[in-house]
């Protein structure tokens, strides 16, 4: 049975029982209160049709591969943190977003619960 995620219980959530959408708030609420991060905020990528008729179009927001989180680090470093399910895969383009940050000094990687959250910014 999947519990809800609050202030009081995000912690004790093993990433097996929750969604992606669930882990997400959890890192979110976590960032906020870490001394060593800057700001963070939640990005959104894809595409939505806006206007009808002769007016629709369709309007694209992010970029193809953006994490799901960006933000900086105190000390001035890119941070951009991709979240998944326990099986959750990253698609090419996220890894190489990822891969790009991390070549050029930032802190990113891919992670499923708030304790892998821990181990990346801890190093």
Do not use: H
């Amino acid at each position: 049975m999947m519990r809800s995620v609050t202030a009081r219980n995000v912690y004790r959530l093993r990433s097996e029982e929750i969604s992606e959408s669930a882990i997400l708030s959890a890192v979110l609420i976590r960032l906020q209160y870490d001394r060593r991060v800057a700001w963070c905020e939640r990005m959104n990528t894809g595409a939505m049709a806006v206007g009808e008729g002769k007016t629709r179009r369709f309007v694209r927001f992010g970029f193809p591969g953006c994490s799901d989180i960006i933000g900086m680090m105190k000390d001035g470093r890119f941070l951009a943190i991709e979240v998944k399910s326990r099986i959750g895969r990253a698609t090419e383009a996220q890894a190489a977003f990822l891969e790009r940050v991390r070549a050029n000094g930032g802190v990113s990687g891919i992670v499923r619960s708030v304790d892998d959250l821990e181990s990346l910014l801890n190093g």
